[in-house]
């Protein structure tokens, strides 16, 4: 088993819709969990970090369930400038970041 | 100015040909990193390095070396090339736990190995 796993999509959605993407970890250990967002050929950029009580960003909401081992990432009102892989990412103590193999997301008008 | 940089943006090159890539950091960050980045597979680590006397292997680094020249330097060798070499590699920065831990990647180094 991967020890980081997201749906696999692509998520094709039309542009206002709310998308949710889902990411499990193996490693029951880990402490820190972020969604990196990734433009085609492009590098991975931090999108947000995902604190154990749920945060918000604008129209981006991220939730941990620490119990299940478990990250969501949901995004409202989709523009098309949302069009994007975002990377599931988990560390320990700043060990080792693993990244999830992505899932991409694409809007369309 | 871009915090993290890497030299060269693109290189194509001959199986068997001995290969450098560069990064360098402006972020004052200790841990630095080098990861390649294949189609369906995410990103892999390859070597990872927390501090300048510090350098460790990562998922798969058998066919790479690295170089941690100064804080600010992190360059990545390729000794004999082969094909399945060919890649996206990033390199990478972080701050200390407890201090973030949020990682900066560089624009990355698309290798071709012919």
């Known amino acids: 088993r991967k020890e980081v796993e997201q749906d696999p999509g692509p998520f094709n959605v039309p542009e206002g819709a709310t998308v949710a993407f889902n990411c499990t970890y193996s490693?029951?250990?880990?402490?820190?969990f972020f969604w990196y967002r990734q433009d085609c050929r492009k590098e991975p950029k931090l999108l947000m970090s995902v604190y154990s009580s749920g945060n918000e960003d604008g129209r981006f909401t991220a939730q941990l369930n620490r119990a299940s081992q478990y990250i969501s990432l949901l995004i409202r009102d989709s523009k098309l400038s949302d069009s994007a892989t975002y990377l599931c990412v988990v560390t320990y103590y700043g060990q080792n970041f693993v990244f999830g193999p992505g899932t991409r997301l694409s809007v369309l008008p | 100015d871009a915090d993290v940089t890497q030299t060269p943006r693109n290189r194509i090159t001959k199986t068997g040909k001995r290969i450098m890539l560069e990064c360098s950091q402006t972020k004052g960050h200790d841990r630095m990193y080098w990861y390649r980045q294949d189609p369906g597979l995410g990103l892999r680590l390859i070597y990872y390095?927390?501090?300048?006397?510090?350098?460790n292997k990562g998922e798969i680094s058998d066919g790479y070396s690295v170089s941690r020249q100064a804080q600010a330097k992190f360059s990545l060798s390729l000794e004999s090339a082969i094909p399945n070499q060919t890649a996206l590699y990033f390199c990478?920065?972080?701050?200390?736990?407890?201090?973030?831990?949020?990682?900066?990647f560089g624009p990355g180094t698309r290798l071709t190995v012919l």
């Open positions: 990478a920065t972080s701050d200390s736990p407890g201090q973030g831990e949020k990682q900066f």
């Open positions: 390095s927390f501090d300048v006397k510090d350098i």
């Open positions: 490693n029951s250990a880990s402490q820190s």
